[in-house]
């Protein structure tokens, strides 16, 4: 006597191996909608990263505190001259600080800027210089770097 069924082992073996696909397929699709954020490789050390959130951060504070961009000018000095707002501050301070933070995370440092006082400092020619003292802390998961800066901000009266 002859037995017939011999292919349905294959059926059966072919079903589990499509059944297996679709599981896979289903399990990648929902890993890929995790919301995570995967950060840029650091391509330099933490501390040129630190020399460049140090000088950036007052270039971003003088261009923070004007409100528009026809409010600055080249002195006959051929020197940035910002005319604005000195009231604005420290909400400007705020924004620069989150503003950089974000940019910072993204390589995944994470930055820590505290203002410690703001002062009116002196006044040349027509301009307002405000002096702003700040401690930055910047992170990348093993090491910290931290100094006090003091910012002079140029605000024509």
Same mark, same amino acid.
């Given at each position: %006597?002859?037995?017939?069924?011999?292919?349905? %082992?294959?059926?059966? %073996?072919?079903?589990?191996?499509?059944?297996?696909?679709?599981?896979?397929?289903?399990?990648?699709?929902?890993?890929?909608?995790?919301?995570?954020?995967?950060?840029?490789?650091?391509?330099?050390?933490?501390?040129?990263?630190?020399?460049?959130?140090?000088?950036?951060?007052?270039?971003? %504070?003088?261009?923070?505190?004007?409100?528009?961009?026809?409010?600055?000018?080249?002195?006959?000095?051929?020197?940035?001259?910002?005319?604005?707002?000195?009231?604005?501050?420290?909400?400007?301070?705020?924004?620069?600080?989150?503003?950089?933070?974000?940019?910072?995370?993204?390589?995944?440092?994470?930055?820590?800027?505290?203002?410690?006082?703001?002062?009116?400092?002196?006044?040349?020619?027509?301009?307002?210089?405000?002096?702003?003292?700040?401690?930055?802390?910047?992170?990348?998961?093993?090491?910290?770097?931290?100094?006090?800066?003091?910012?002079?901000?140029?605000?024509?009266?």
């Amino acid at each position: %006597m002859r037995r017939k069924d011999n292919g349905q %082992m294959i059926i059966l %073996m072919g079903i589990i191996i499509a059944l297996s696909v679709f599981a896979i397929s289903s399990l990648s699709a929902d890993i890929i909608n995790i919301d995570t954020t995967i950060t840029i490789e650091r391509s330099t050390s933490l501390l040129s990263e630190f020399a460049y959130v140090k000088e950036t951060f007052g270039k971003a %504070m003088n261009y923070n505190i004007v409100n528009n961009l026809s409010n600055i000018k080249i002195d006959e000095n051929n020197t940035l001259v910002f005319k604005g707002n000195p009231d604005g501050i420290t909400e400007n301070f705020t924004k620069t600080r989150d503003q950089l933070y974000t940019l910072e995370l993204q390589y995944g440092n994470i930055l820590d800027v505290k203002l410690n006082k703001c002062w009116y400092s002196n006044r040349v020619d027509k301009n307002n210089i405000y002096k702003l003292e700040v401690t930055i802390t910047l992170y990348d998961g093993s090491t910290y770097i931290t100094e006090d800066v003091t910012y002079s901000i140029t605000c024509e009266t």
